[in-house]
């Protein structure tokens, strides 16, 4: 392939391989560079909102979910979602490179190079840098940039749904100091979260051992909050423990032929549960102002490209930057210590439940999409 047709994505996460199959649908062929070696069900589950549905509804996926999963809102399990997205990506006709792991980042007059940590180098017209919260590529655009700590982690089990919680249901339950998450992502099976302030954890998806997760268990006040709380503790398999992690907001996203996209560019704590699902609305947005700037006929040059890059960011990074701090915002509201602090916390969480208003205008700016 000629450097200046080829479209260089870095990462095979969600974001990643969402962007790949909107360009292809735009007469585009991407090639992804993934660091690992072989994708693993290393992660939990996800909530996917309507305007993350409309993104995959794009390019025909959202249907495959829906039928599967339930509509508008859904919950899947993260390795599912990536483990559809990859085979799609295959009967596309789009390949991912894997044991590619970004180094470093070279751009001249002509086009961009990704060079990587195994001394191979590929070339393209343009790069788009999906590599999550701790992005390589966002470090070589505007140097090291550590994420900030929230003061929350999140510990994440999958379990098989009790019997008192009906299909559909979304559970919020507020504690001291804590708060918990949980909702169906599959028939029979639930998953939840556990959002506890903490000194800092590192922002790792990896499960805890055996005997970390009967620690957690004996010591965890959740066991208390009831039977089916109980028994979702009691039944899960594997627990993951994870730092929240965002990162203040940047000007802009890109720089010449290279773009960031997704937690690379906004990363969020979960607590609106919308990290994904602006992932894939920045692939949708992208995508519509490529195909109303550009062709996949035609060399993406330098001018094409800042143009499409400077009406993406105008668009995006309001909405986004808004969103990571609602979200950090929520969690602090959620997650309050002291008996005066809980009580004004659970009244407004009642008012917003009573008044039926404030939770659909809530509800609509989170998921209010720019598609």
Same mark, same amino acid.
């Given at each position: ?6 479209? !260089?994505? !870095? ?153 008192? !919680? ?24 639930? &998953?939840?979260? &556990? ?37 979702? #503790? ?41 990290? &994904? ?52 915002? #929520? ?5 309050? &210590? ?34």
């Amino acid at each position: 392939m000629e450097r200046r047709g080829r479209i !260089i994505i !870095i990462g095979a996460g969600i974001a990643g391989c969402v962007l790949a199959l909107h360009l292809k649908k735009e007469g585009f062929s991407p090639v992804i560079y993934e660091r690992v070696n072989q994708v693993k069900d290393v992660g939990g589950s996800l909530s996917l909102s309507p305007n993350g549905l409309r993104s995959l509804g794009t390019i025909d996926l959202a249907g495959d979910l829906t039928s599967l999963y339930g509509y508008p809102q859904i919950g899947i399990k993260r390795f599912t979602l990536q483990k559809l997205l990859i085979d799609r990506l295959a009967s596309e006709g789009l390949r991912v490179e894997y044991g590619k792991s970004l180094k470093t980042i070279q751009e001249d007059a002509d086009g961009v190079s990704a060079i990587f940590s195994d001394g191979t180098q590929v070339d393209g017209c343009c790069m788009f840098c999906c590599d999550g919260i701790h992005s390589v590529g966002r470090s070589q655009l505007f140097g090291l940039q550590p994420p900030e700590y929230t003061g929350l982690t999140q510990t994440i089990g999958l379990s098989p749904k009790p019997d008192s !919680i009906c299909d559909g249901d979304f559970l919020n339950v507020y504690g001291v100091n804590s708060f918990m998450v949980a909702y169906g992502y599959s028939e029979g099976e639930i &998953a939840w979260a &556990a959002t506890l302030p903490e000194p800092e954890q590192p922002e790792v998806w990896k499960g805890m051992t055996n005997e970390e997760q009967e620690e957690f268990k004996r010591r965890s006040t959740f066991t208390d909050w009831g039977a089916s709380i109980r028994q979702m #503790m009691e039944t899960t398999d594997r627990i993951i423990k994870v730092g929240l992690y965002d990162r203040p907001a940047l000007d802009v996203w890109h720089r010449g032929r290279v773009l960031l996209i997704g937690d690379a560019a906004h990363p969020t704590s979960p607590h609106l549960g919308q990290g &994904a699902n602006q992932a894939m609305e920045d692939c949708a947005v992208l995508c519509r102002i490529l195909k109303k700037h550009c062709s996949a006929s035609e060399p993406l040059d330098i001018l094409k490209l800042t143009l499409v890059f400077e009406e993406f960011e105008k668009i995006r990074i309001p909405r986004t930057s808004e969103l990571v701090k609602s979200a950090r915002a #929520m969690g602090a509201v959620r997650v309050v &210590a002291g008996a005066e602090e809980c009580t004004a916390r659970d009244e407004r969480v009642r008012h917003m439940l009573n008044d039926g208003t404030s939770i659909p205008a809530s509800y609509a700016r989170n998921i209010g999409t720019d598609l």
